[in-house]
C-alpha cells in the first residue's frame, strides 16, 4: 500500500509538473519563492535521503544536493525532462528499497539520524507519504495560477 501511495503521488506530481512549459516550471509564484521543477528535485532527494543514506546508511555523496543557501536549488541549464526522469528514476530505486525490506526493520545508524536511534522503514514511508502529499496540496495551487492541471 505504501509503495502504490508514493507511486501515486510521484505520479500526480510528474504530471502537474512536465505539463508546464519549461518557463512555467521555473517561475515561482508564491512568496516562498519555489518553483515547481524545485519541488520535483527537492522530493528526488527526500528520498534519497529517507531511504539510501537513512534507512540503508548509504554513502549518497551529497545528501542535501537539492539545497543552495537554504533554499530549492535546480542549475539554469539542467532541463525539466532530466529533473522528472531523475524522480522517475529515484522512485524505481526506492520501491526496490522498500520491497526488499520489513516495515518493521530498522534503519542502519548513521549520519542522517543525528545521532538518534534510527527509524523503522514503516515511520520512514509514514514522513515520505505526508511529505508527498502536502507538496501536492500546494502544487496544485502553483499549477492552477498557471494555467496547468489540478486536483486528481
Same mark, same amino acid.
Given at each position: ?29 508564491? +512568496? ?14 527526500? %528520498? ?26 535546480? +542549475? ?5 525532462? %532530466? ?21 518493521? %526493520? ?10 538518534? +536511534? +534510527?527509524?523503522?522503514? %514503516? ?30
Amino acid at each position: 500500500m505504501f509503495v502504490g501511495y508514493l507511486d501515486y503521488f510521484r505520479d500526480q506530481l510528474l504530471a502537474k509538473v512536465c505539463s508546464l512549459s519549461d518557463d512555467d516550471a521555473r517561475l515561482s509564484t508564491v +512568496p516562498s519563492g519555489w518553483a515547481p521543477i524545485e519541488l520535483l528535485m527537492h522530493l528526488r532527494h527526500v %528520498e534519497r535521503r529517507w531511504l539510501e543514506w537513512g534507512f540503508l546508511g548509504m554513502d549518497v555523496g551529497d545528501p542535501w544536493a537539492d539545497h543552495r543557501d537554504d533554499r530549492w536549488y535546480v +542549475p539554469a541549464d539542467l532541463p525539466l525532462t %532530466e529533473v522528472a526522469e531523475a524522480l522517475r528514476a529515484q522512485g524505481a530505486r526506492s520501491r526496490s528499497i522498500i520491497e526488499a525490506h520489513d516495515l518493521a %526493520e530498522i534503519g542502519r545508524p548513521g549520519p542522517r539520524w543525528d545521532g538518534q +536511534p +534510527p527509524a523503522s522503514l %514503516e515511520r520512514i514511508l509514514f514522513h515520505l507519504l505526508q511529505e508527498y502529499a502536502r507538496h501536492l496540496g500546494q502544487l496544485d495551487v502553483v499549477t492552477e495560477l498557471a494555467g496547468g492541471p489540478v486536483g486528481e
